[in-house]
């Protein structure tokens, strides 16, 4: 199975700065890609950041210049880096995985916990 546990969350000022991680583990063949979603107090879920296996990216338009996403392969972990945040980036951050593993024989997402992001001053 597959099992991702995040890290990195926490309270900062607006134009601050945080750094998520998320770790993949178990029987992984292969990860094609790693991405951030969000999702504040009754809002929808939102696509952030996504990653391949090669490192091409794709970022939402309202992060962009501000956020970076990236991975260590070796590790089967993806990072966001966050700058410049504003308090409109109030959110609880889920990991997102797409992997190939002893699960199923296709590739299947799989998700973290979630971690609170609080930007507030």
């Known amino acids: 199975q597959v099992q991702l546990v995040e890290s990195g969350g926490g309270l900062v000022q607006p134009g601050g700065s945080l750094r998520l991680s998320c770790a993949a583990s178990g029987s992984i063949f292969s990860i094609p890609a790693m991405g951030w979603y969000r999702q504040a107090p009754g809002k929808q879920r939102e696509l952030v950041a996504l990653?391949?296996?090669?490192?091409?990216?794709n970022y939402a338009d309202n992060v962009k210049g501000r956020f970076t996403i990236s991975r260590d392969n070796a590790k089967n972990t993806v990072y966001l880096q966050m700058s410049s945040l504003k308090p409109e980036d109030t959110a609880v951050y889920y990991c997102?995985?797409?992997?190939?593993?002893?699960?199923?024989?296709?590739?299947?997402?799989?998700w973290g916990q979630g971690t609170q992001v609080t930007v507030s001053s």
């Open positions: 990653i391949s296996s090669v490192g091409t990216t």
């Open positions: 997102k995985t797409v992997a190939r593993s002893s699960a199923a024989p296709y590739p299947v997402d799989y």
